[in-house]
């Protein structure tokens, strides 16, 4: 069963270690990552982007090691493999993990950016299907990144009409508009994680919006959606 679906970009930033003086500045987006995570109940499944797509269990550790800090997670309470080397959609989603739900297991559906979205829409309603089918409470966690084009000084350089397209990226997920998602630009950081979404959750939701913006030059979204008792059929 379906609870819950925290939406929240994955920001190696986010994490206290990995900050630096940039700590303050990312505060009120970290505060609604680890909001929204905790909205999830104790099984988790986290939906990301990465170099092939795979499967990551919850006996898995990661580290934020590559990211400026050897901050170690985890994806369960007590894994039982070594030290892997994971995609940041699954080192980010395991931080979320052990800072509100230390006692949550996490899987991570990795797929690839270059996914279509007619695929990545078949995902999400094959991972609905399976989580419909189960009795076990389960939430989802979307980790996914807008445009990194937003500034001058944005990762991807500056791109002056990408902010209408984040602007209307923001406002489908504020509001729930699933449908909207199967239409985003491929140059969307994030586009395989929203469309699997859209996939996941067809029918009605509560949606609510935490916190948006674009510190850095990417556009960072940070939410919630509940599905409705309506999407149950929907999905279907």
């Known amino acids: 069963m379906l609870t819950a679906i925290g939406l929240t970009p994955s920001a190696p930033v986010l994490v206290p270690e990995l900050a630096g003086a940039a700590a303050a500045e990312v505060a009120e987006f970290r505060d609604g990552a680890l909001a929204a995570a905790a909205a999830l109940p104790d099984r988790w499944i986290a939906v990301g982007v990465g170099p092939a797509e795979r499967v990551i269990e919850p006996d898995s550790r990661g580290t934020f090691a590559g990211y400026g800090?050897?901050?170690?997670v985890s994806l369960s309470p007590r894994p039982d493999t070594d030290l892997a080397a994971l995609p940041l959609c699954a080192v980010f989603a395991g931080w979320l993990r052990g800072q509100?739900?230390?006692?949550?297991?996490?899987?991570?559906?990795v797929f690839p950016a270059d996914c279509p979205a007619d695929a990545a829409v078949a995902h999400g309603r094959?991972?609905?299907?399976?989580?419909?089918?189960?009795?076990?409470?389960?939430?989802?966690?979307?980790?996914?990144?807008?445009?990194?084009?937003?500034?001058?000084?944005a990762p991807g350089g500056y791109d002056p009409?990408?902010?209408p397209v984040q602007d209307a990226l923001d406002d489908a997920l504020a509001t729930g508009a699933g449908d909207a998602l199967t239409r985003l630009p491929d140059w969307i950081i994030g586009r395989v994680p929203y469309q699997v979404l859209a996939?996941?959750?067809?029918?009605?939701?509560r949606a609510t919006e935490f916190v948006r913006g674009a510190p850095y030059g990417v556009g960072y979204f940070v939410g919630t959606w509940v599905p409705l008792p309506e999407s149950v059929s929907a999905s279907r």
Do not use: K, W, Y
């Open 69 to 72: 800090a050897d901050v170690a």
């Open 100 to 109: 509100v739900r230390p006692q949550a297991r996490l899987q991570v559906r």
């Open 126 to 153: 094959a991972l609905r299907a399976e989580i419909d089918a189960a009795a076990e409470p389960t939430g989802v966690l979307i980790v996914a990144d807008g445009a990194n084009t937003l500034t001058q000084s």
């Open 161 to 163: 009409a990408a902010q």
């Open 199 to 205: 996939g996941l959750a067809p029918g009605p939701v």
